[in-house]
């Protein structure tokens, strides 16, 4: 919810959904028919996240899936939905080549920035360090006019 939730704040709430889910043959459910800019893997077994990709714009879709030498590729339409009130930008379809097995995974900046709420955490951070460094600046200040 972090496209449409205050401050940007990644809640962990449902949303109504607006395409369907891609279950592939190892139990993987991939799903972006929310309303933030996220296409999301999860374990069919358990339910629990194992992937996500950020996309330039909600995707309304039902992603598919295929192997191309030997690499899971995942394709989804991005391009939002006029009747939500999430904006809209052109349609756009994005690709993921998922890891082969033994590469390695998901990279800092998948797991940190682009996760949902990762945006509002690196703001935030900037924002206190800001404070903390106008706040020293000026006792530097009253200390030299003593």
């Known amino acids: 919810m972090e496209e449409i939730a205050p401050l940007h704040l990644a809640l962990h709430t449902g949303t109504p959904t607006f395409g369907g889910p891609l279950v592939t043959a190892s139990g993987v459910v991939f799903i972006a028919s929310t309303l933030d800019k996220y296409l999301r893997a999860f374990d069919a077994r358990n339910g629990k996240e194992i992937w996500q990709g950020r996309l330039p714009t909600p995707a ?6 295929f192997e191309y030498q030997g690499r899971q590729i995942v394709l989804i339409a991005a391009g939002g939905h006029r009747d939500t009130g999430v904006p809209q930008g052109g349609t756009v379809v994005v690709a993921f080549a998922l890891p082969k097995p033994g590469e390695p995974g998901p990279t800092l900046h998948s797991r940190t920035l ?17 404070i903390v460094g106008a706040w020293l600046a000026v006792r530097r200040l009253l200390a030299r006019r003593r």
């Open 60 to 65: 309304q879709a039902t992603p598919m899936t």
């Open 114 to 130: 682009d996760r949902p709420g990762g945006r509002f955490a690196v703001e935030a951070t900037l924002l206190v360090l800001a």
